[in-house]
């Protein structure tokens, strides 16, 4: 069963929500402050997925996933009434995977959780014939092979979140070829995000910071100015 972390300090919300996610079949884990979240994430059950509110009392959201990241790789999908560019984009550059906005449809917030746990193999484009591509990093060549959703360096495994490893499996099946945010954002975000292809950059230069030794000059992920993002294979 999936464990899920919700962390809101709404506690009629937060009713509301159990009583859906449990129906859908989530093991569901509350906590109303940033504190007690931590608690769980560090115990030793951990959690597979959090669905995390900003605005909170004492810690707040953006602090609660700095602090949670580093800790676990389960996607993090906020749900805030926050709904400016800014605050999208802080959240994600703090290690959010998705963002929801206040009000929001349960059915919505259904889907991102469902995409979010997919694995990454279920993303598939023009290119099928190889599972396994090798990145020539400068620090030692990388292996992304799709079939088994891993990354590595030699035998030393580098973890993804979920939707790093989708954004790195279209990049892949699209190898040597340019492909646009917008085209990124539809089949990465599958229904899309706010319109808004920011959020493709975002994840892109997370993705760098774990592929490239250097990520402010970049020889695997590129940037082809004014056009998108190409991938380079060996």
Do not use: C
């Amino acid at each position: 069963m999936t464990r899920l972390l919700m962390l809101e300090d709404d506690a009629g919300l937060r009713a509301s929500l159990r009583m859906v996610l449990e129906d859908e079949g989530y093991q569901v884990v509350e906590a109303a402050d940033a504190e007690r979240a931590l608690d769980v994430v560090a115990g030793p059950a951990g959690v597979d997925l959090m669905l995390v509110d900003l605005m909170l009392g004492g810690m707040d959201g953006f602090s609660f996933i700095q602090r949670a990241r580093p800790q676990t790789e389960a996607p993090i999908v906020v749900v805030s009434a926050r709904d400016g560019v800014a605050d999208i984009v802080a959240a994600l550059e703090a290690g959010a995977d998705d963002y929801v906005t206040k009000p929001f449809l349960v059915d919505e917030v259904r889907a991102r959780l469902k995409a979010l746990l997919r694995r990454p193999t279920m993303v598939s484009t023009s290119r099928t014939e190889a599972d396994a591509f090798v990145l020539d990093a400068q620090d030692g060549p990388l292996v992304f092979d799709r079939g088994a959703a891993t990354l590595a360096r030699g035998d030393d495994e580098i973890h993804l979140t979920n939707t790093e490893f989708r954004l790195l499996g279209v990049l892949a099946d699209n190898a040597g070829r340019v492909l646009s945010r917008s085209s990124l954002l539809e089949h990465v975000w599958e229904r899309g995000f706010f319109g808004d292809e920011r959020i493709v950059d975002v994840h892109v230069r997370r993705l760098r910071k774990k592929l490239e030794a250097e990520p402010s000059s970049p020889t695997i992920l590129i940037t082809v100015r004014g056009l998108g993002y190409r991938l380079d294979v060996r």
